[in-house]
């Protein structure tokens, strides 16, 4: 059994859910069970077909609605685990340091085509970091106050998840720093960044230790998976770059969160016109 989840930015209308049902029956779908998740909102429509047919299927509406087909089993999922910079949170954080530095223009270009898949992450982020060299470590609490603001629906997420006794882990290619407050804050059990290197109170332009990229995200979401003894349908990974993708495709549920092209195309399920209570 399928489960298609049509969510409206704003208002549902009869004419988007009778399109969807003619939309399946077009593809050999025949639609059950339809049931309202919040009224006027988002809507369930039960199937008994194939996944990726229903997905084709009601792919046209995408411009218009967040559509999430799914399998119905394991549909509630028990392993949470999220990228941070333009996804939990607002902003980049490494490009906002570099605003205090005076270069955010020479580092955001670099983090965009990092995020896009066109760089490798790890020797991009080695040359914004070498760029932020002898950056007091102060300014990080300073951004952190001023710059830092969690992404809308991100606290109702992970504290719904947890409600029913999910695992959550923040997975950030950006820095502890920053991480480990923002997990705390919107309630992750546990985060997993990297680590800048500071000597004498300021930045050395250095990365301590392994660097958090894409394939060390994906094996954070396996080892989650296996520690709380979970079969991958139960695990959810979301992120809007290219560094998320393995991620992503590795997950029972990967989505794309407002996200680049490439990250979009490899997710199960896009979020583009909602927030994080999408998911």
């Keep these: ?18 399109e969807s049902c003619d939309r399946l029956r077009g593809f050999g779908i025949e639609p059950a069970e339809i049931i309202w998740v919040q009224q006027g909102k988002a809507i369930d429509i039960g199937f008994d077909g194939e996944i990726v047919a229903a997905r084709a299927a009601l792919q046209p509406l995408e411009a218009s609605v ?69 950056l007091d470590e102060h300014v990080i609490d300073t951004c952190l106050a001023e710059r830092v603001r ?40 546990e985060a997993r960044a990297n680590m800048l290197d500071i000597v004498g109170g300021r930045l050395t332009g250095k990365v301590s230790g ?31 770059g290219a560094n998320d993708i393995p991620m992503i495709e590795a997950a029972g549920l990967g989505v794309s969160y407002h996200a680049k092209p490439k990250a979009e195309a490899a997710a199960h399920f896009a979020v583009r016109h909602n927030d994080l209570t999408a998911l």
């Design 210 to 240: 392994t660097i958090v990229d894409a394939q060390v995200k994906r094996a954070e979401l396996l080892a989650r998976q296996s520690d709380c003894g979970l079969v991958l349908q139960q695990t959810l990974a979301v992120g809007d």
């Design 1 to 18: 059994m399928g489960i298609a989840t049509l969510i409206a930015s704003e208002t549902l209308d009869s004419g988007a859910i009778s």
């Design 66 to 134: 967040d559509i999430c087909v799914q399998s119905f089993d394991h549909r509630r999922k028990m392993l949470l685990v999220s990228d941070m910079d333009s996804t939990m949170i607002t902003v980049e954080c490494i490009d906002e340091l570099a605003d205090y530095a005076g270069i955010k223009a020479e580092i955001a270009a670099v983090t965009e085509r990092a995020m896009q898949g066109e760089l490798d992450f790890a020797e991009a982020l080695r040359a914004r970091v070498a760029l932020l060299a002898g």
């Design 150 to 189: 969690q992404m809308p629906g991100a606290e109702i997420l992970v504290r719904t998840m947890r409600g029913w006794g999910a695992h959550t882990l923040l997975v950030s290619g950006g820095f502890t720093r920053f991480a480990d407050p923002v997990a705390a804050s919107i309630g992750f059990v």
